[in-house]
């Protein structure tokens, strides 16, 4: 009889085994593959990044208005939400890996014809073709990592896209800095066009990654899928033990070698049990919450946020806009270190803390220098100082554990469609704060789009510590058992906690 999930440490309790995972040589494979799937989101990073300043550029050059800036800084986000849907059914069908790969292909396309754009129209086609491919990226890295990880480091590892957006995005405020001495309409163009350069070499070494052990057990590819696991577990013992958690999430009999994907929609929305209607609200709200926190407005306006504060020269607010992708990145590597180690209850809520004050003080500092006449220096620094502040604490739990939680919590079956459908909530929300933050902030002040932003952050820290449990070391399968009730989750998890000590 198989040995059921949290029985032991040896299905993924915290263990001295499970602790010493990282130490040992196999780990190095789940970590190579890890950062291969990853670094097909760090086109997406690049994308926000350098379109933050190319805008203004492209502004100048096709001579649009504010509203088509908007539609054209967000509407990226959009165009993900189809390709993220459209993901999640083609990584069942063809598997994680090539999923991945045709998201390279994509972005190499939309990228090359951004470059190439000779007008709005053009462009505007061009972002729809990326955008396809971010939301393939977005979706298929997250998943993949996901599942190839060991449970005792998955969110080192599941963190990883993230730390590759910021990256992007650092890079794409160096290219801006790079290619804007330019003349006009060759800077923009280069801007955007060399983002297609790594998709296409990437596009083929991710093919030479396995697959996800979970997308062969639903496949009835039992036997390649014990040699993904022999190759990212300790032991072939552990390996089996694993083997058969997968297949008993799946619902596949002990004797069975044919998996079926098959009604996971209705499943999922239409007749969704309990534990399912838990996960569901948990995905979407991180996502939500995640991005109407203002995050997609900072990154993408913030030469515009500076002006506003006081800075006038552009290569001052090009280099303020540096300085936000390195603190993102810079602190987005200290979560990858600390989420497996204090776990994502406490990191999250550590975070949306540290964002609700910053950005209620970052509004506090626009309104006085929205307001004066003259230039303070002191509101000028404030100002950068707490948007430093909030990207920072934006990248050292929000940004990656939303990733990381939404990818651990769907049960297998679910798990493709679940992660797409949180990628593309991810996007929309994303896309309307891009595409109306200049609109917004035209209504109601600068400052008070901050201090809107801060009210719905302290919303997000409510939700997120009512709703939303602990999942630090524990396997995929053990965490479904965690979902089932919004408020008396702790019950459960105290209980597995206690079955795996005795264990």
């Not at 970590?31 to 300043?53: E, F, K």
């Not at 998943?143 to 005792?152: F, N, R, V």
């Not at 913030?302 to 002006?307: N, W």
Request: net charge positive.
């Amino acid at each position: 009889m198989t040995k059921k999930a949290g029985l032991g440490p040896e299905n993924g309790g915290v263990s001295t085994q499970q602790a010493a995972f990282v130490k040992k040589p196999k780990m190095m494979f789940a970590v190579a593959c890890a950062v291969m799937a990853s670094l097909t989101s760090m086109l997406h990073g690049y994308d926000i990044g350098v379109m933050s300043g190319a805008i203004m550029f492209i502004k100048k050059d096709l001579k649009i208005n504010d509203v088509q800036v908007e539609i054209l800084v967000g509407v990226l986000n959009l165009y993900c939400l189809v390709g993220s849907i459209v993901a999640g059914k083609i990584a069942d069908w063809i598997g994680r890996r090539y999923t991945i790969a045709m998201a390279n292909v994509i972005i190499f396309a939309g990228s090359l014809f951004m470059g190439f754009s000779v007008n709005y129209a053009f462009l505007m086609v061009s972002r729809f073709v990326a955008g396809i491919g971010v939301g393939f990226a977005l979706m298929s890295a997250v998943l993949y990592t996901a599942e190839i990880s060991p449970a005792s480091s998955r969110g080192f590892l599941t963190s990883f896209p993230e730390v590759c957006i910021n990256s992007g995005i650092l890079l794409g405020y160096v290219s801006n800095y790079a290619f804007s001495k330019l003349p006009m309409k060759i800077g923009w163009r280069l801007m955007l066009g060399v983002g297609a350069i790594p998709s296409i070499f990437l596009a083929f070494a991710v093919l030479a990654m396995p697959e996800s052990p979970r997308w062969l057990v639903m496949q009835g590819r039992l036997d390649e899928a014990k040699v993904v696991l022999d190759k990212t577990l300790d032991t072939k013992e552990e390996a089996q033990l694993r083997l058969d958690d997968i297949k008993e999430a799946a619902k596949i009999p002990q004797d069975s070698t044919t998996g079926n994907g098959e009604g996971v929609w209705r499943e999922l929305l239409l007749h969704p049990t309990p534990a399912v209607k838990h996960v569901l609200i948990c995905a979407i709200g991180i996502h939500f919450f995640q991005q109407s926190s203002g995050i997609a407005a900072v990154v993408s306006y913030s030469p515009r946020i500076f002006e506003k504060a006081g800075i006038a020269s552009s290569d001052g607010k090009r280099l303020a806009t540096i300085a936000i992708g390195f603190f993102k990145t810079i602190f987005v590597l200290v979560a990858t270190l600390l989420l497996d180690q204090i776990g994502r209850r406490v990191l999250l809520l550590s975070s949306v803390g540290g964002m609700v004050v910053s950005l209620a003080t970052i509004g506090f500092s626009l309104t006085i220098a929205d307001h004066s006449e003259t230039k303070l220096t002191w509101a000028i620094v404030l100002c950068m100082t707490m948007v430093l502040a909030f990207v920072s604490f934006f990248a050292i739990g929000m940004g990656p554990i939303t990733n990381v939680y939404m990818s651990e919590i769907f049960p297998l079956r679910l798990r493709a469609q679940g992660v797409s459908m949180g990628v593309a909530v991810n996007r929309v929300v994303s896309g309307i704060i891009s595409m109306t933050f200049i609109s917004l902030y035209k209504a109601i002040t600068i400052g008070g789009a901050f201090f809107l932003f801060a009210g719905i952050a302290t919303v997000g820290w409510v939700f997120f510590y009512v709703c939303m449990p602990e999942t630090r070391g524990k396997t995929l399968e053990e965490i479904e058992c965690l979902f089932g009730k919004m408020v008396g989750w702790k019950e459960a998890s105290k209980k597995m906690n206690d079955v795996t000590v005795e264990g």
